[in-house]
């Protein structure tokens, strides 16, 4: 099939590749990679019940998860799943300047975020050399909110 043509070019996991493929269909590329990337990463990037973490820092967490992918207003609701929420943690990281102090207030693993960070350049730069993106699109803003698409993020 063209899928698995494709599919067979790119040196990764053949469900990772799909996904990443449907995204660059789909118009949702920069969420691909991240959930790409997030489910390559050896670890998750959220902190989990440890007692030496302050309530605050979890709370802080929390709402940046509610508020982060699309927000309240968002039709398709507020976080989704543990993989839409990783999107919201790396995005509002990548805003705040790949800050270790956000990480640490906000209960959040940079060095998993700095994981996923490498793993989407490495994923993206796959998906280029291979000819399914054009280096301009894959090198765009791609965690802007134009590349939130509803319908398309909800199939991913």
């Avoid at 790119?10 to 990443?20: C, E, I, R, S, W």
């Avoid at 509002?92 to 956000?102: D, G, V």
């Amino acid at each position: 099939t063209p899928l698995g043509y494709h599919l067979s070019r790119l040196p990764m996991d053949a469900k990772v590749g799909k996904m990443l493929i449907v995204g660059c269909i789909l118009g949702c590329f920069g969420n691909a990679l991240t959930i790409a990337a997030a489910l390559s990463c050896t670890k998750s990037c959220f902190f989990r019940g440890q007692p030496s973490l302050d309530p605050t820092y979890i709370d802080a967490r929390n709402c940046l998860i509610e508020n982060g992918f699309g927000g309240k207003d968002w039709p398709g609701g507020t976080v989704k799943g543990d993989l839409i929420a990783v999107i919201a943690a790396y995005r509002a990281w990548i805003k705040e300047k790949k800050s270790h102090k956000f990480c640490s207030t906000h209960a959040l693993d940079v060095t998993s975020l700095r994981e996923i960070d490498r793993l989407r350049k490495q994923f993206r730069d796959l998906i280029v050399d291979a000819g399914l993106v054009s280096r301009a699109e894959g090198n765009s803003g791609s965690l802007d909110a134009e590349d939130c698409n509803i319908a398309s993020d909800d199939a991913l």
